[in-house]
């Protein structure tokens, strides 16, 4: 008997991978600003030095997005 | 069999689908474009590379103007310069540094900091268009430079304990080494070099890739699809605008975030206890 073929994806998996690698970054990158707005609202004079480690919060977080970025082009070939 | 039929007759009516003149997502290709100049030698020439080279020839030719005739008054010009001068010196480098270390670091942040920013602003100039920074190679050296800038930093001012302090953490019991060496070893010398060239890699390609798909599907919208999908044309325009001055923001951003993490390295280096 023949597979019938209901429904299907074309292209590359790999959009699918991102989007899975993307979430764990992007709940990341949230709780840090947040953190820091949250600080920032009770001692408003640290705001500079909250900024910059943000910033480096964001910086080390953001990271695991970009490795999963270049997943995809490490492993096409 | 008939679905399929069905489904094809709905395609084919879709503007995506359409052959002759179609819409061409962007791809990685838009990285590597044709070889201009010295074609078959190591030295190849290609936009990117004229572009990186232009960039470091403007660099140089606006701090040397810049900082040429420095008056006590500043005029604009020199008020420009020095507040971007300013900005490396007192909050990256004195910040995290002190002013000891920050002084002996500065001349190597300044430069990676503007290097970043000017390599990465190309990418929103009109008919530049591509940020020096969106092929891996300036990255990476960029990267190389830091990785050997922290390491020197921790060399230079604990010989002989920086490397047994930086993978085997004090105050830690000695079983626990097992599983803190490798992670150390792993994320100290080989994860920081290649996210701090990741990072900035990515980035820059990402931002590219959204604008020609901004502009592109513009494009084609307006002149290939026509009718009713010019109002799709006029979103997306909207968005490759918005998406613009989001790069702006991102090249910045990542240039301040490459001095910071480099500083950063180099603080963890030179701090008494690991």
């Known amino acids: ?77 | 069999m008939q679905e399929n039929e069905l489904l094809n007759a709905v395609l084919s009516h879709l503007p995506l689908a359409s052959d002759g003149g179609g819409f061409h997502p962007p791809s990685i290709d838009e990285f590597f474009p044709p070889v201009l100049l010295f074609e078959g030698t190591p030295f190849e020439l290609n936009r990117i590379m004229l572009i990186r080279l232009l960039v470091v020839v403007v660099l140089i030719v606006l701090f040397y103007l810049g900082t040429r005739r420095m008056k006590i008054v500043p005029g604009r010009f020199q008020s420009i310069i020095e507040m971007g001068l300013d900005f490396v010196r007192v909050n990256i480098a004195e910040d995290l540094l002190g002013r000891k270390d920050g002084t002996r670091f500065l001349p190597l942040l300044t430069t990676i900091f503007f290097l970043v920013l000017a390599m990465n602003i190309t990418g929103i100039i009109p008919f530049l268009n591509i940020a020096g920074t969106s092929v891996v190679g300036l990255p990476v050296v960029l990267a190389i430079v830091a990785y050997v800038a922290f390491i020197y930093a921790g060399l230079k001012k604990h010989p002989g304990t920086f490397l047994k302090a930086s993978l085997f953490p004090p105050g830690v019991p000695w079983p626990i080494y097992l599983i803190v060496t490798p992670i150390e070893l792993v994320s100290t010398f080989i994860l920081r070099p290649v996210t701090l060239a990741l990072r900035l890699l990515m980035n820059m390609v990402a931002g590219h890739l959204l604008l020609v798909l901004c502009f592109s599907a513009t494009q084609f919208f307006l002149f290939t699809a026509g009718g009713f999908w010019t109002l799709f044309g006029v979103g997306t325009f909207a968005f490759g605008f918005a998406f613009t001055v989001f790069e702006i923001l991102v090249a910045v951003l990542q240039a301040y975030v490459f001095t910071l993490l480099t500083t950063v390295y180099i603080q963890l280096a030179l701090a008494e206890e690991h």
């Open chain 1, 1 to 77: 008997m023949d597979t019938t073929v209901v429904a299907e994806l074309t292209g590359n998996i790999a959009t699918v991978g991102y989007g899975l690698a993307a979430i764990g970054p992007a709940i990341g990158v949230g709780i840090v600003v947040g953190k820091t707005i949250e600080s920032v609202a009770r001692q408003p004079e640290l705001q500079g030095r909250l900024q910059t480690l943000m910033f480096l919060g964001i910086a080390f977080t953001e990271a695991l997005a970009f490795i999963g970025i270049a997943t995809y082009f490490i492993f096409t070939n």
